[in-house]
Nanobody, 126 residues
């Protein structure tokens, strides 16, 4: 089993920044995909960003390109999401997700990820 614990959410004003962290414990796999998804009330869970832990290749949802950056630290079994220029529409519960193995497309398909964290709330409001 893999456990994922997110942190770093909170309340921020529009235009501000936040950095989310996700640390994995338990049985982990060196070469896998880790991702951040978000879900607002009444909406589907959408991909924010994903990273292949082996190569470091990244993939972003269209709405966050140029504003958010995903990174990973394999030694710490951690993945981070730096969020800049935050907008009210970024308000959501943010989830960390991990696959068991690596894949090269379909990053937005929630079925590809076997493990999920409990989520951390991000609220962007003045």
């Amino acid at each position: 089993q893999v456990q994922l614990v997110e942190s770093g959410g909170g309340l921020v004003q529009p235009g501000g920044s936040l950095r989310l962290s996700c640390v994995a414990s338990g049985r982990t796999f060196a070469n896998r995909v880790m991702a951040w998804f978000r879900q607002a009330p009444g909406k589907e869970r959408d991909l924010v960003a994903a990273v292949r832990t082996g190569s470091g290749n990244t993939y972003y949802g269209d709405s966050v390109k140029g504003r958010f950056t995903i990174s990973r630290d394999n030694a710490k079994k951690a993945v981070y999401l730096q969020m800049n220029s935050l907008k009210p529409e970024d308000t959501a519960l943010y989830y960390c997700a991990s696959s068991v193995g690596v894949f090269y497309d379909g990053y937005s398909d929630v079925r590809r990820y076997e493990y999920w964290g409990q989520g951390t709330q991000v609220t962007v409001s003045s």
